[in-house]
């Protein structure tokens, strides 16, 4: 059935919502835009002027699209080249949804992103629908067809997996900018003193490069180990100048509200690496070098005032 004008611009004012939405469900953006346009689609065959609350049955065509990704998501993962992290979202990207209360924060982070596979499919979306955006209970039970207790329960059940994930410390931008600052000065002083300092002594370090560019298989755990790691990792070489196609201009900027650390060449974004910030340190640092995870990132980049470099990797 042929959309009307009115019926497209009222999909297209709660894209954006079921962008953000999607993207906590699956960890990725270029599935969360297909998931949005399967959405679309679904929209235009039904007969949308009869559809008495547009939103509510967006967003249950919306996560059931994204409950069968993630079935064959799992599949997919278990048989991933290395390990697997969210493909990234930088400082305002639209996807990333709405920001005001901590819950809306933390459920768009990447040490939340993470802890969210572990959850089942129908964990994972009352976890989203009820922490990021606010559902009730009522509602999220007509969105996945199951009981308001159900759906009581499996929030539960999935904030007792995420609880791990919520020691990070709030940052805002001038403060993520000077943690990244510190964190380049140390990782770039040939010694990893430095580094073990700004570290917890649990710290772990996990890149992503999809087989396509080199990551080690598994994470690297403690803070020496990672400082080590570290000191290797921003050490120049024509090596890693070769997979990246040039010299990284490296800048301080946020992703997923957490500070972060972009390399860029030719505009072109090659590498983010996100800190997890605690207040004993840095917890966490999760590098996404996978060239199919960094498309958006480079339309984001192109399109933002992102300053200077603060360094360039010869």
């Known amino acids: 059935m042929a959309l009307t004008v009115h019926d497209v611009e009222r999909f297209e004012a709660f894209r954006p919502r079921l962008e953000a939405v999607a993207y906590r469900l699956l960890g990725s953006a270029s599935e969360a835009e297909d998931a949005v346009q399967e959405t679309f689609l679904r929209w235009q065959a039904a007969d949308a002027g009869h559809i008495e609350v547009p939103e509510a049955w967006l967003t249950k065509v919306l996560t059931n699209q994204c409950l069968n990704q993630l079935t064959s998501a799992r599949a997919r993962r278990e048989t991933y080249v290395g390990q ?7 400082a305002g990207d ?3 949804g709405p920001a005001d209360t901590a819950e809306q924060r933390e459920s768009v982070s990447y040490a ?24 009730p209970h009522r509602e999220i039970a007509g969105i996945l067809d199951i009981t308001e207790a159900a759906s009581q329960q499996l929030l539960h059940r999935a904030k007792k997996h995420v609880a791990a994930g919520k020691a990070r410390t709030g940052i805002d931008e001038a403060a993520a900018r000077r943690i990244v600052e510190e964190f380049l000065v140390a990782a770039t002083s040939g010694r990893t003193e430095p580094l073990v ?41 024509k090596a890693k100048q070769a997979y990246a196609g040039g010299s990284p201009e490296v800048y301080a900027t946020t ?28 917890a966490g640092l999760r590098n996404q070098a996978n060239p199919d995870k960094l498309g958006r990132a480079t339309r984001r980049w192109a399109a933002a005032d992102h300053g200077e470099p603060l360094f360039t990797v010869f």
């Open 197 to 237: 300092r700004l570290l917890t002594q649990d710290a772990v370090s996990v890149g992503d490069g999809g087989g396509k560019i080199p990551a080690r298989a598994r994470a690297v755990e403690g803070a020496l180990a990672v400082a080590k790691f570290l000191r290797g990792l921003f050490r120049p070489g």
């Open 255 to 282: 992703a997923n509200g957490e500070p972060a650390v972009v390399a860029v060449v030719d505009g072109r974004v090659v590498g983010v690496m996100c800190l997890e910030i605690t207040a004993e340190g840095i």
């Open 84 to 90: 697997w992290l969210p493909e990234p979202l930088l």
């Open 112 to 135: 939340v992103l993470v802890l969210l596979e572990r959850l089942s499919p129908s964990e994972r979306a009352v976890y989203v629908l009820r922490e990021a955006f606010d559902y």
């Open 94 to 96: 639209p996807m990333l």
